[in-house]
């Protein structure tokens, strides 16, 4: 969340989700779920020793999460972008080994200009939370309907 007070880093991102979210860029598309989250965190006055998203892909400074808030409790993001532009929404790949502690869904109508200006982001997205409890019953209900979780 402290790159998001330097302007040139906005600029970057902003330059880099242009570029490749339009083109399903997997880099850019990580990317942009953690910046949507990291711009309506700090918009609703969370603090970066509350909530840490980790500017890196894979592997980076917090392991296999993509945040963590303060208590060290890890944090996914799932984003997804509805191609009919409303509020439908379908994430995938949300693996039940990951060790996350909470989940954050990020759905959006469309893609905005400026993926750091929160007015743009309250019109074109939805974000939705799910804590591991809920998580781990959805994947048990999924499993005893015969359908595969992840």
């Known amino acids: 969340m402290l790159l998001?007070?330097?302007a040139a880093y906005r600029m970057e991102t902003n330059a880099k989700l242009r570029a490749g979210v339009p083109h399903n860029k997997r880099d850019e598309l990580d990317s942009a779920g953690k910046v949507i989250a990291a711009v309506k965190s700090r918009a609703i006055g969370m603090?970066?020793?509350?909530?840490f998203f980790d500017p890196a892909q894979a592997g980076?400074?917090?392991?296999?999460f993509d945040a963590?808030?303060?208590d060290g409790s890890g944090i996914e993001v799932k984003a997804a972008r509805s191609y009919r532009g409303?509020?439908?929404?379908?994430?995938s790949r949300l693996r039940p080994g990951s060790p996350f502690q909470h989940l954050f869904l990020i759905g959006r109508s469309a893609d905005p200009v400026d993926w750091t200006d929160v007015?743009?982001?309250?019109?074109?997205?939805?974000?939705?939370?799910v804590s591991r409890a809920r998580f781990n019953e959805a994947v048990v209900r999924l499993r005893r309907s015969g359908r595969q979780a992840g």
Do not use: H, N, P, V
């Not at 007015?119 to 939370?129: A, K, T």
């Open 4 to 6: 998001l007070s330097d």
């Open 47 to 51: 603090t970066a020793e509350e909530i």
């Open 60 to 64: 980076g400074l917090l392991g296999k």
């Open 68 to 70: 963590m808030f303060a």
């Open 86 to 91: 409303d509020s439908s929404f379908q994430f």
């Open 119 to 129: 007015r743009e982001l309250d019109e074109l997205c939805w974000l939705g939370y």
